[in-house]
Structure formats: C-alpha cells, structure tokens
C-alpha cells in the first residue's frame, strides 16, 4: 500500500520495512490478518467497553488480538506506568515522533531515524524531518517512564483506551506499520497528552508515541 511517508532508519544502516517492525514487535513475522475499512471485525464481546476500538477508516491496516490478552495488557498497562515502572518497557523500545518531541532531551536520547518525503526525493531533496530514536540503556528507560507518568500525573491522571477513528486515521499518516494489539491509548484527564503505545508478545512497550506532539513540517 502506498504511504504519504516513508521512514528510514540509520539504526544498523538500513531502512526498516513493515515486515521488520512486525518482526520487531513480535520477535517473527506477524501472520495475524490485518483488517481495513469495512471488514466484518472479530467479536469483542468479551472485551472491556473501553479497550473497543472506534471504526477502522480509510487506507488504516488493523491488526487485533485476542479479546483476553487485551484485557490483560491494559492492566498491567495502567498499573505498571501509573507507578512509573521502567519493566513494562521494552529493552530496545522505539520512540515514535511526537513522544521523541516531548522526551528526547529529557531522557537523553539520541535520534537515529529521520523521515524522508517521498515529494521532496523526487525533486532531488531529502526533507529532514521527525526524528525518532531507540532507548538504548536501562537509565533511559527508566527516565523514560518516569517522564511519561508524571506529565499523566501532572495532567489529572489517565485512562487506559482503545484508538478512536479519528486517532488511528492521523497516527497512520505518520506511520509505515499496521496498528496492532495490543495497542493503547494513555490518555491524560486533562487532555494534554495522548501517549500511543503498541505492545509486544512479551507484554512490554515496543512503541511509544505522543499524538498532540508530533511535529509538523515547516
């Protein structure tokens, strides 16, 4: 499928494809159905009313898990950044855009992804955008959920959702990956913040991103 963006990766000196980021979120290539616009979705019967995602919109590839293991994931979600514990974070986890805006110099982290316009390439031009990295330390990670809980903290505390139509339809722009559960929302009661995180089969962050911050082109 053709993105309006590509991301390229410096990390290792190659570009990442959406195969990798399966394979690094799941430790092998995902062979769970990817469900777009307008498929019949599994039952979520069993689900809790807050983890049901909002309709799946145009061009958005969604990937679910079983309802049990979402339900799971929250929870040790909600309670594991809630005391800020760096465990639920996965060793190499990837820091998406607009959380690298608002964590990057906080936590230290060096940036060594970029995103490149395929417009701009076409003219000849490489537009240096978004940057993302990779935590790379256990003091990184540690500072990393540290950060995270208190803006949550800071901002009335935070719920523990599914993706609306809407969040799934911007992030994607961003994005060169199927969403896949367990995929999360940490919403701030207060609205500032909305903290995207994606889970891996070993029940830890593997990608952490920040909606109202992801940094637009100039």
Known sequence: MKKSIVTACAFAGIALS????ASFLNGDSDKR???VEGEAVPSMASRKAELVPQRIPKRVRYVFDSNEHVNGASEALQKAV????AAILKD?????PG?????GQVIGLKSNMTVLDP????????????????????????KTLAEVSRLLKDDGGFVVRALETEEMAYWWIFIMFDIEEPAFVLASKGGRYRFVV???????????DELNNIPKKS
């Open 18 to 21: 959406s195969v990798a980021f």
């Open 198 to 208: 994606e889970i891996d089969s070993f029940g830890k962050i593997a990608i952490l």
């Open 92 to 96: 190499k986890a990837m820091v998406l």
């Open 99 to 103: 959380a690298y805006n608002i964590l």
């Open 33 to 35: 159905k990817a469900y």
């Open 119 to 142: 417009g701009e390439m076409k003219k000849g031009k490489l537009f240096d955008g978004p940057k993302m990295g990779f935590i790379s330390s256990t003091e990184q990670r540690t």
């Open 82 to 85: 809630g005391a800020g514990d």
